[in-house]
């Protein structure tokens, strides 16, 4: 049966796609919903019948943990253990962040399923400042295990027809809720003690940002590879976040010579003559992430979407302009790594 798209572009279409999402969700079903970072594809964390739905709609193999959405900062210790010597940080990092795109490892709580975190002893936790999914978590008062709602290894999806794109006659529901608001996934962190400060550590960059973490903490990066995937980082696939064109990242426009016969597609950064990408060869489409000439706010809401676009055009290779490596340039860039490590 094809999936349905509720809309909720007026107060009472949005009350009853609401409304027809708890339901679903009560009744142990997955509903797509709108985040401020992606769509992501929902269940009762609470419920492993239901959990095991997302991993059968998104062919997701079952190592991958799932990030729980909670109603609101109370509901934490539901489902997570908070030691006593991260409390501090912790809290601190919530005023600020929360609701918003910054998810917290954390020691879990037996109540929550061994299928939402890969039978990992920790728990990923985010609440949402997404008008429509707020609804949705507090009417339903538990906490709801969401990623993002794509097929697994796919591109994340931003709008409402990108999630039917993925997984149209899979779900029984979607709900519009517009373009994402960043368009990038919520950054992952996981907080450990240490004197003065305590350590930070990046698992996966996003919307919250290395220098918006360093008040907090110190901070560090980890970059991951399919050999610690197991262990540290489960779920940062190499592969993840990949189209089915192969993709290039240059480090400069002298690194690319186009092969006589193929056709090629550009993603630039800010579309400038002077960066020297946009001559390097008959590109069958260009597609700008930043037109507003070169903001990395407005790249990161469409990259997904500029990706998805020039994935359509079934060329030979998608070649990626590289970006500043700093604010959310850090977190493309790692996604437009791991996708050119695919091929
Ligand atoms: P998403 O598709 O946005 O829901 O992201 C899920 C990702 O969160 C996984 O692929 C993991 O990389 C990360 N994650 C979830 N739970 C944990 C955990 N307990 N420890 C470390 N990373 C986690
Ligand atoms: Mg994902």
Redesign the pocket.
């Known amino acids: 049966m094809p999936t349905p798209i509720l809309p909720t572009d007026l107060p009472p279409l949005m009350h009853q796609a609401v409304e027809e999402a708890v339901r679903l969700l009560r009744a142990g079903e997955v509903v797509a919903l709108p985040t401020e ?2 769509y ?1 594809l929902a269940a009762d964390a609470l419920n492993p019948a239901a959990v095991a739905k997302i991993f059968e709609a998104k062919e997701r193999p079952t190592f ?4 729980v959405h909670l109603p609101d900062k109370k509901h934490l210790d539901t489902v997570a253990e908070v030691p006593e010597d991260i409390q501090k940080t912790l809290n601190k990092l919530t005023e600020r962040f929360w609701p918003g795109p910054l ?1 917290i ?1 954390l020691p ?1 709580k037996a109540c929550v399923p061994d299928l939402v ?2 039978g ?1 002893p ?3 936790v985010r609440v949402s400042n997404h008008g429509i999914f707020k609804r949705v978590v507090q009417e339903l008062g538990k906490p709801i295990a ?3 709602a794509n097929r697994f290894g796919s591109i ?1 999806p931003t709008s409402a027809n990108a999630v039917l794109a993925e997984l149209d006659g899979r779900i029984p529901l979607i709900v519009d809720g517009g373009a994402c608001l960043h368009g990038l ?2 950054t ?1 962190i ?1 907080i450990e003690p240490g004197t003065p400060k305590a350590l930070i550590t990046i ?2 960059p996003g919307p919250i940002t290395l220098e918006d973490l360093k008040l907090y903490g110190k901070v560090q990066r980890v970059t991951r590879t399919v050999v610690d995937e197991a262990t ?5 696939l190499a592969s ?1 976040y990949a189209p089915r064109t192969p993709l290039r990242l240059l480090s400069r426009p002298s690194d690319f010579i186009p092969e006589v016969g193929k056709r090629y597609a550009l993603m630039s950064y800010r579309g400038e003559e002077k960066d020297g990408y946009l001559d390097l060869a008959e590109w069958e489409q260009v597609m700008v992430l930043s037109p507003g000439n070169g903001k990395l706010p407005e790249a990161a809401v469409r990259f997904f979407y500029v990706l998805r676009e020039l994935d359509k055009l079934g060329v030979d290779e998608i070649v990626a302009e590289p970006m500043h490596e700093h604010g959310m340039g850090a977190a493309m860039m790692d996604k437009l790594r791991r996708a050119s490590k695919k091929w």
């Open positions: 970072t992606v992501g991958d943990p799932l990030i998810t490892v879990k975190t890969a990992l920790t728990v990923a969401a990623p993002s994340s996934e919520s992952i996981k698992l996966r540290e980082a489960p779920g940062q993840h």
